[in-house]
């Protein structure tokens, strides 16, 4: 089973191999009806992105909860987001932040950063402003962009500029077009004198200059909700 999953990640990334979605499916099919958890998760996957198939967000929805199941932390947390937004299956936060808290107890970097957001935002439970920079910073050094954003925005927010630049250095390369955008609304709450705030010149420079290169991203910031660009 595990040779069937790495064959079909192979075809679907195209690596040593031509890449060929749909045999990716086939395999990923094959070693998730035999019960191999992350095979579940990726057939899961394809079919929420239709990737080498038709989208099926339901029956995307159906094998991440097997995978979840069986403890597989992706598939936890992939069911997390469909969950968290009623998408192919009915939208229930709490079943979100169960899953979502029981991959980052397994060490899951994103679901970290997704935890530190409910704490943050006081979804379905009390805010603790302190808890969720305690999860945004594991999510963090664990290497997670999003966190890395994330703890750096609460950062600047308390005034501890060279901490927060430091953070979205660390996150700049990896980040995506709309982290992009949310760091560059970030900084632009960040005034040009004191401590820091040269670094915070530079990265923003930095980070306008990769935007250039997506356009649409500099329409909005990301995120669940509107706000100071939390992701």
């Not at 936890?76 to 969950?83: D, G, H, I, T, W």
């Amino acid at each position: 089973m595990e040779a069937q999953l790495l064959l079909g990640q192979a075809l679907l990334d195209g690596v040593h191999l031509a890449r060929d979605a749909a045999q990716a499916v086939a395999w990923f099919t094959v070693a998730a009806q035999a019960g191999h958890p992350p095979a579940m998760n990726m057939l899961g996957r394809c079919l929420e992105r239709g990737w080498g198939c038709a989208p099926d967000a339901a029956a995307a929805a159906a094998w991440y909860g097997r995978a979840a199941e069986r403890g597989d932390d992706w598939a936890r947390y992939n069911l997390a987001n469909m969950r968290l937004r009623g998408r192919g299956v009915a939208r229930d936060r709490r079943a979100a932040w169960a899953l979502f808290l029981a991959a980052a107890r397994a060490g899951h970097a994103k679901s970290m950063n997704l935890v530190g957001r409910f704490l943050e935002e006081g979804w379905d439970m009390p805010r603790d402003r302190e808890a969720a920079r305690l999860w945004y910073r594991r999510a963090a050094e664990a290497g997670d962009y999003r966190g890395q954003h994330n703890l750096a925005s609460m950062l600047a927010e308390d005034g501890a500029i060279d901490g927060a630049v430091a953070w979205w250095h660390l996150a700049l390369e990896a980040a995506t077009p709309d982290i992009l955008a949310a760091m560059r609304d970030s900084l632009a709450r960040i005034g040009d004198a004191g401590p820091g705030h040269v670094g915070a010149a530079a990265l923003r420079a930095r980070v306008a200059e990769r935007l250039a290169a997506h356009p649409a991203a500099a329409e909005a910031s990301p995120g669940l909700r509107p706000g100071p660009g939390r992701a």
